[in-house]
């Protein structure tokens, strides 16, 4: 596998150019200058030309922020189920080939296709099936052996599909899952971007699957029974079981905003997955619960427009 080389300041800075907004960062040092310069003026203050000096001197200035590079040259990927393909081309399989980040596959327009100029050779799914957030930080590390210029994250899942709602995972301690896994990729790659995509809405699948008797018939074989166990029952308990799960899934998501939030090489979806209305059409006709084909191009698309936007949604 390729190592994807590391671009000196002059490249990225011609690089950079392609973005459609960049921090004006002379414009701020300007402005700076003519505030200090004015203080002086105004207060009479006798060090005046020290203060000058400060504004000139560039390693005393304010340092700008990093840019954010809207075509990196290669990604890796790590999560679960969903970015390995699984049950999208065969039933209990992963599909990777079809993988809405590092899919190749025939007619597969995923997030390396749309971004890189050699998707095969650069980019690497360090995925698993069945991973939860606790397995994140272990995944990063594999991901930083390939110094991988943009990183994708797509996890939860599984912390809230559990076989009792007493089994998922804690949202304080899915956090600082995710905290050690980001803080394990900058150890190693302070300049790497990393794009987060939220945690499905849940609730919502369990709404449009339960819409297909045969996928009920599935979800009975233990599938997310968190959610999805006793799907036509609205009795009290279960609605109420349903919306702990839902707002678990929103509390994980807090946490991947407020982590990625404080990191400015990091760029959370801003909800976009968890908002997305998907239907009947975007769900695995194996388990009426993993994205079919359909829903990893989907998947693709939000992350492709997250990625190449000139700033993270607000």
């Keep these: 596998m ?13 690089r950079a150019g392609r973005a459609r907004r960049r921090p004006r960062t002379r414009g701020a040092v300007a402005v700076l200058a ?30 700008p922020s990093p840019l954010w590079d809207t075509s990196p040259d290669s990604l890796a990927a790590v999560g679960d189920s969903i970015t390995r393909g699984f049950d999208a081309c065969s ?12 899919g190749t596959g025939d007619g597969m327009r995923s997030l390396a296709r749309r971004l890189l100029d050699d998707p095969a050779g650069s980019s690497w799914n360090h995925a698993r099936s069945g991973a939860t957030m606790a397995d994140l930080p272990a995944q990063m590390a594999r991901a930083v052996r390939h110094r991988p210029e943009l990183v994708t994250v797509m996890v939860g899942g599984n912390d809230a599909c559990r076989d009792t709602v007493a089994l998922m995972t804690p949202a304080e301690e899915f956090r600082a899952g995710f905290r050690t896994a980001l803080k394990t990729l900058r150890e190693a790659l302070p300049k790497t971007q990393v794009y987060v995509a939220s945690v499905p809405d849940l609730h919502r699948l369990w709404s449009e699957g339960r819409k297909n008797p045969v996928g009920k018939q599935i979800w009975k074989l233990g599938i997310c029974q ?13 609605v109420e079981r349903r919306e702990e799960v839902r707002e678990r899934v929103i509390a994980y998501n807090d946490a991947l905003a407020d982590v990625c939030g404080a990191d400015p090489l990091c760029r959370y979806d801003g909800g976009a997955v968890f ?18 084909r359909n ?8 992350a492709h427009r997250q990625i190449t936007a000139a700033a993270p949604p607000s």
Excluded: N
Aim: glycine letters at 8%; a negative charge.
């Design 34 to 63: 003519a505030a200090a310069a004015l203080l002086t003026a105004v207060t009479g203050c006798e060090d005046g030309a020290g203060s000058d000096d400060a504004a000139r001197d560039p390693s005393r200035s304010p340092s």
């Design 226 to 238: 968190s959610m999805l166990g006793d799907p036509d029952s609205f009795d009290a308990a279960d």
């Design 91 to 102: 039933v209990l399989a992963d599909c990777p080939e079809v993988s809405w980040a590092t």
């Design 2 to 14: 390729r190592v994807s080389p590391r671009r000196t300041p002059g490249e990225i800075a011609a």
């Design 295 to 302: 829903g990893q191009q989907r998947l693709a698309e939000i």
């Design 275 to 292: 908002d997305y209305h998907f239907t009947g059409k975007q769900l695995s006709a194996w388990d009426w619960f993993h994205p079919s």
